[in-house]
């Protein structure tokens, strides 16, 4: 039974989450943006979308909830970096870094096919819902 729950929670993830990241990296490329850049959130070794589990850690929400000090810590370094790309528009260069059971990696490549392969996790996937998404985004734009 867990096998199944873990598919599905990928599946919503994907189609929630991961795929739409992707059409919109795919899209900002077509439409001539010069560079698009990702990042990932992974927990131990398996890479899965956090969902908005970064965003709360950007904000701060272990802190505020008083969680465990590696928690706090890895908050803490999403903050950090996060203030430091608003300030200066910057990244730092093949960053890869591993708190609280999490990793935090980011590409220094500017979206394309040649693009560090970590950062095209569960593209098989998104691949295979592309079509459906490609109905509703033509429908937007």
């Known amino acids: 039974m867990g096998d199944v729950r873990a598919r599905q929670r990928d599946m919503f993830s994907d189609l929630l ?11 900002l490329v077509r439409a001539g943006a010069r560079s698009v850049r990702r990042y990932l959130l992974s927990r131990r070794t398996e890479p899965r979308a956090q969902r908005s589990y970064a965003l709360s850690l950007v904000f701060g929400d272990p802190m505020v909830r008083g969680s465990n000090p590696r928690l706090e810590a890895l908050s803490l370094r999403m903050i950090h970096l996060w203030t430091s790309f608003a300030k200066t528009g910057r990244i730092p260069r093949r960053f890869q870094e591993t708190i609280a059971g ?30 459906h998404y490609s109905r509703v985004l033509n429908g937007i734009l």
Request: contains cysteine; charged residues 25%.
């Open 102 to 131: 999490y990793t935090i990696e980011i590409s220094d490549v500017v979206y394309s096919e040649e693009e560090a392969p970590f950062l095209r996790f569960r593209e098989g996937h998104c691949n295979f819902l592309r079509p």
């Open 17 to 27: 989450s991961v795929c739409p990241v992707l059409y919109f990296a795919d899209f």
